[in-house]
């Protein structure tokens, strides 16, 4: 498990960027803690390296959302 601090760090993305990302829904923690604090597991660092992979290729935030959470969304 990966602190907010941890995955920001690993990812060179924001804390801010983080808690935004689970504002919208984009990226939820795998886990919070009783003080608050948010955890990220193995499968939320994939989920953010593809939604860096979408960024970067000029996606905007929804977009990736949909993308990511379709039914038909295949990893491969």
Same mark, same amino acid.
């Given at each position: 498990?990966?602190?907010?601090?941890?995955?920001?760090?690993? #990812?060179?993305?924001?804390?801010?960027?983080?808690?935004? @990302?689970? +504002? &919208?829904? %984009?990226?939820?923690?795998?886990?919070?803690?009783?003080?608050?604090y948010r955890?990220?597991?193995?499968? #939320?660092?994939?989920?953010?390296?593809?939604?860096?992979? @979408?960024? +970067? &290729?000029? %996606?905007?935030?929804?977009?990736?959302?949909?993308?990511?959470?379709?039914?038909?969304?295949?990893?491969?």
């Open positions: 498990m990966y602190t907010v601090k941890q995955l920001s760090e690993l #990812a060179g993305v924001s804390i801010r960027t983080l808690h935004h @990302y689970d +504002e &919208i829904e %984009l990226l939820r923690p795998s886990k919070v803690g009783a003080n608050g955890y990220y597991d193995d499968a #939320a660092v994939l989920r953010l390296q593809q939604i860096l992979f @979408y960024r +970067e &290729i000029g %996606l905007e935030l929804l977009q990736i959302k949909e993308i990511l959470d379709s039914p038909d969304f295949d990893l491969l």
